[in-house]
């Protein structure tokens, strides 16, 4: 069993950025790929980012790229999502996932997800 931990949410301004980190509880934390999600009230968990288990491999959300990068630590077992240049619609909680095997997008394939931290981003 894996258990993540997401911090560094919060209010900020459009425009403004945000490092949200996600710890986890398990020792192979360096075999599970990791991921990013979110979900706005009233939408559905969308993929936000994700990253392979030696951090060779990257994938994220087409309207996202350019604005959030996704890295992780697994001397620390942390991954770590930086959201720059946040807009108001980056607004929803977010969440943390593992998985072992590949980067993929698809939310029912993770096993494992946190308890969200909330980002909101006021116009």
């Known amino acids: 069993q894996v258990q993540l931990v997401e911090s560094g949410g919060g209010l900020v301004q459009a425009g403004g950025s945000l490092r949200l980190s996600c710890a986890a509880s398990?020792?192979?934390?360096?075999?599970?790929?990791m991921g990013w999600f979110r979900q706005a009230p009233g939408k559905e968990r969308e993929f936000v980012a994700a990253?392979?288990?030696?951090?060779?491999?990257?994938d994220y959300a087409d309207s996202l790229k350019g604005r959030f990068t996704i890295s992780r630590e697994n001397a620390k077992i942390t991954v770590h999502l930086q959201m720059n240049s946040l807009k108001p619609e980056d607004t929803a909680v977010y969440y943390c996932?593992?998985?072992?095997?590949?980067?993929?997008?698809?939310?029912?394939?993770?096993?494992?997800w946190g308890q969200g931290t909330q980002v909101t981003v006021s116009s």
């Open positions: 996932a593992a998985k072992r095997g590949l980067v993929v997008r698809a939310v029912p394939l993770y096993d494992y």
């Open positions: 990253i392979s288990w030696s951090g060779e491999s990257t």
């Open positions: 398990t020792r192979t934390f360096s075999t599970y790929t």
